[in-house]
């Protein structure tokens, strides 16, 4: 049995998690908890055995030194708590660390253990893919789950994926299994700006995150980071017209297969968020993915194979993503 000590009776708690590799495309899913775990000041209270879940020649330990004294962090994956004040109090339970190189059911085991002592009532994972979707546009946020009645009641799909998965459908299985409520949240990332930071991508997340769970999230710097990444994308992506004219054409496709969409409850949603976050005041921009952008000098286009930093050739029609993912 786990038992905690000084963790606090937490408020109708939420469980975020999310981890660095195949599941984050340009880490947009991982910094999003990071975000979260940074603005609320989070406090580590628990971390899984590294020797139990990691390969260290695949995911290297780290030698730093703090006043004079070497020290070392080991790949692991860690547990903080947030406590969300104003009218509806909700405490969070972030998960932020790397998808494990073995035991994945024993690491979602340990994870539920923790999930079962706390009480949580919702289990929110957050991932990040690679997609045919253009910079220019909001980022294509969608919301899954196993849960038929759970997708009726938080306006979700049942998944109906087939094919590889990663730490993120193993686990929300897991807590299918175990009765848990579970849904994930992906991000799709422009495949030929796929190196992180995007910003953009992880302000989408939490926008949805926001919408879903009822929390206000404080977005920071992070709406002025996106607008400055999508500058830069457009900087880039200006200096070859082939790239120019494949990004023109993924708007294209965008819009019409959007267009019947481009009301209705997507403008719904975004009024709502405006008026909690003009009740609820604070600090601090918003800004939405709708036209976002992110901070000048960050954003990457992959490089080609001579190692020159510059837009790649758009892929020929009818050619394969990059990697497999989840819906």
Known sequence: MIELEGVPELVDPVMVAAFEGWNDAGDAASTAVAHLDKEWKGEVFAALDAEDYYDFQVNRPTVFIEDGVRKVTWPTTRLSVVRVGGDKPR???LVRGIEPSMRWRSFCNELLGFAHELGVELVVVLGAL??????????????????ADLARRMDLEETKYEGPTGIVGILQEACTHAGVPAVSLWAAVPHYVSQPPNPKATLALLNRLEDLIGVRVPLGELPEDARAWQVGVDQLAAEDTEVAEYVQSLEEARDTAELPEASGEAIAREFERYLRRRDGGGTGGHATADGAEGPAGTPFLRDNPSGRARPPKPPKAGGEDEESSED
Not at 133 to 143: D, F
């Open 130 to 147: 690679l997609g045919d979707t253009p910079h220019t546009r909001p980022v294509p946020i969608s919301g899954t789950t196993s849960d």
């Open 91 to 93: 405490d969070l339970v």
